[in-house]
Nanobody, 124 residues
């Protein structure tokens, strides 16, 4: 089992920044990567960013590329999402997830464990 706890969400004005953290515990050694997803009210959950464990390759949704950065501190079993130049369209609940298999890193069903989510609200 892998347990994930997100933190760092909050209210920020457009153009501001937030740094989300996801602390992992349990069988973290078995994960093949970590991902961040978000779900806005009334919308489907969408891929935001991912990081593979083996080689550290990063992936980003086009909507956040150049603004968001995913990184990790393996010694602390923590993954981060640095969000800069935030827009009102970024408002959503953000979830971190642990991938155990080798499905596409952009697909939510490739991830077996999920955090509880942290709310990010960007005001205009």
């Amino acid at each position: 089992q892998v347990q994930l706890v997100e933190s760092g969400g909050g209210l920020v004005q457009a153009g501001g920044s937030l740094r989300l953290s996801c602390a992992a515990s349990g069988r973290t050694f078995s994960s093949t990567g970590m991902g961040w997803f978000r779900q806005a009210s009334g919308k489907e959950r969408e891929f935001v960013a991912a990081l593979t464990r083996s080689v550290g390759t990063t992936y980003y949704a086009d909507s956040v590329k150049g603004r968001f950065t995913i990184s990790s501190d393996n010694a602390k079993n923590t993954v981060f999402l640095q969000m800069d130049s935030l827009k009102p369209e970024d408002t959503a609940i953000y979830y971190c997830a642990a991938r155990l298999g080798f499905g596409t890193v952009r697909a939510s069903n490739a991830y077996a464990y999920w955090g509880q989510g942290t709310q990010v609200t960007v005001s205009s």
